[in-house]
């Protein structure tokens, strides 16, 4: 079994969180509930041993189960549950539900790491050593397990409650890893301290991504740097299916929904990931095979593959970015060295990074 060090704050979190509704950083941190755990000298730099909560010579590191953050400029109060800050603005409405609750990955399994290394170029593993670096809807953690066990110190955060939650049992054996429940259009990060700031999977999901943009902007130091993925546009049979799943499963009640995708996870495995696995190799069937519908999710434990689909159809697609449509919003903003690669995946998406002047 795994050493379990992330599973509760930490109490030097306190040096990186803001107040999302007034933006200040002066909190009171009241405890209820707290536990000491043991930590590796290697873990830390020695002048770490003056943060709150460290003390190297004991090698131990107090840990907040249960509490609260009282911001001191507004008067906002964010309760701290099972170790996790729940961040979230009283106007502000908890993410959706996600079949990905309960899923766990093994971190052996080289798909998850080449996953997240994809969706990251031109960013490589040893760009992550040392930086402080937020991940923008976090989900169940995969991206920021990976970013951490690569040496960031990860500020990951999530609106959806079952999200967080999932993300901190995954990312528990990492000691640089930081759980918080927050709304990305008001992120509770302090401005200009993030090094890179990564966002996988969630603007093509939201109603005002401009908003979020912004706000994630803002939380970048000058110099510092912005990755997306999106969803590109989709089109001919692809957007036909689309929108008849869509139309079948709008109105299921969450049971429905995974039985549902229950059924539609064996279907791709029989006609989608099987056929893949057999002919992916073959140089003239594999242009056929890498056109069938998420071809390449027949690496995945059936469960995720169900979770995934789960997700794909419970949470609407709001928009599709083309290449320019992420060119003209990253130079507008004024960003520097701007790089929008294309992704084919079965499916047209995109990567776009820059630097923030």
């Not at 009282?70 to 502000?92: Q, T, V």
């Not at 040893?126 to 500020?155: I, N, P, T």
């Not at 990755?227 to 429905?256: C, F, K, M």
Request: proline fraction near 5%; glycine fraction near 8%.
């Amino acid at each position: 079994m795994a050493l379990r060090y992330n599973d509760f704050m930490k109490y030097r979190m306190l040096q990186w969180l803001a107040c999302p509704v007034c933006r200040e950083s002066s909190f009171t941190l009241e405890t209820s509930k707290t536990e000491i755990r043991s930590v590796c000298r290697g873990h830390f730099e020695q002048a770490e041993d003056e943060l709150p909560g460290v003390n190297l010579s004991k090698l131990e590191e107090t840990e907040v189960l249960e509490g609260a953050l009282h911001c001191g400029a507004c008067a906002s109060i964010y309760p701290i549950r099972n170790g996790i800050p729940r961040m979230l603005p009283e106007d502000a409405v908890s993410g959706p539900s996600t079949g990905h609750r309960w899923t766990g990955f093994d971190s052996a399994v080289p798909e998850w790491e080449e996953n997240f290394l994809d969706y990251s170029k031109p960013l490589k593993s040893s760009d992550f050593l040392g930086k402080l670096v937020m991940d923008a809807g976090c989900g169940f953690g995969r991206h920021a397990f990976f970013a951490g066990r690569f040496g960031a110190e990860v500020l990951a955060v999530d609106s959806s409650e079952d999200a967080v939650e999932s993300a901190n049992r995954n990312t528990a054996s990492l000691n640089r890893v930081h759980v918080v429940q927050g709304d990305l259009r008001n992120p509770p990060i302090r401005d200009g301290i993030c090094d890179l700031v990564y966002c996988y999977g969630v603007l093509h999901h939201a109603d005002d991504p401009d908003t979020i943009l912004n706000g994630l902007t803002e939380i970048l130091r000058q110099g510092g740097q912005l990755s997306l993925w999106v969803y590109g546009p989709r089109q001919g049979a692809t957007l036909l299916i689309n929108n008849a799943l869509r139309g079948v499963t709008t109105g299921l009640q969450p049971d429905e929904l995974l039985r549902f995708s229950r059924y539609t996870a064996a279907l791709l495995r029989i006609f989608s990931h099987t056929p893949n696995r057999l002919f992916g190799h073959i140089p003239v069937l594999s242009s056929v095979v890498t056109h069938l519908p998420v071809h390449d999710h027949h690496r995945w434990p059936f469960d995720v593959v169900v979770a995934d689909i789960y997700d794909r159809l419970r949470i609407p697609v709001k928009q599709w970015y083309t290449k320019e449509d992420l060119e003209c919003w990253f130079m507008d903003n004024g960003y520097a060295d701007v790089q929008v690669t294309r992704r084919v995946r079965n499916n047209e998406t995109f990567r776009a990074t820059g630097y923030r002047r």
